[in-house]
């Protein structure tokens, strides 16, 4: 399975920003799908994820802020990310679960998103 992110770049707090994760290849190995972040110095965190019958669970430093969602027909992923703050700021990676390890074994290339305040 490949991972295709697009979207990101540099934005003011307080703005928006979208982004989208293409999936490629044996598509049928997947389940839940996710978003994690990395900001310099800092491990690497879920901030969004959403199972294959559509369920949400979002960290709750975004709650109420970001939003995700899949196109199951597109085999992509989306993460709508609004009133986006400094502290947002961080290379955001797309993550898929294999079906059979229950693990997010898939991982996009990372894109950065960098908030300025």
């Known amino acids: 399975v490949q991972l295709v992110e697009s979207g990101g770049g540099l934005v003011q707090a307080g703005g928006s920003l979208s982004l989208s994760c293409a999936a490629f290849?044996?598509?049928?190995?997947?389940?839940?799908m996710g978003w994690y972040r990395q900001a310099p110095g800092k491990e690497r965190e879920l901030v969004a994820a959403?199972?294959?019958?559509?369920?949400?669970h979002y960290a709750d430093s975004v709650k109420g802020r970001f939003t995700t969602s899949r196109d199951n027909a597109k085999n992509t992923l989306y993460l709508q990310m609004n009133s986006l703050k400094p502290e947002d700021t961080a290379v955001y990676y797309c993550a898929a679960q294999h079906q059979q390890s229950g693990e997010y074994d898939f991982w996009g290339q990372g894109t950065q998103v960098t908030v300025s305040s």
């Open positions: 959403v199972s294959t019958g559509g369920s949400t």
């Open positions: 290849g044996s598509i049928f190995s997947i389940s839940a």
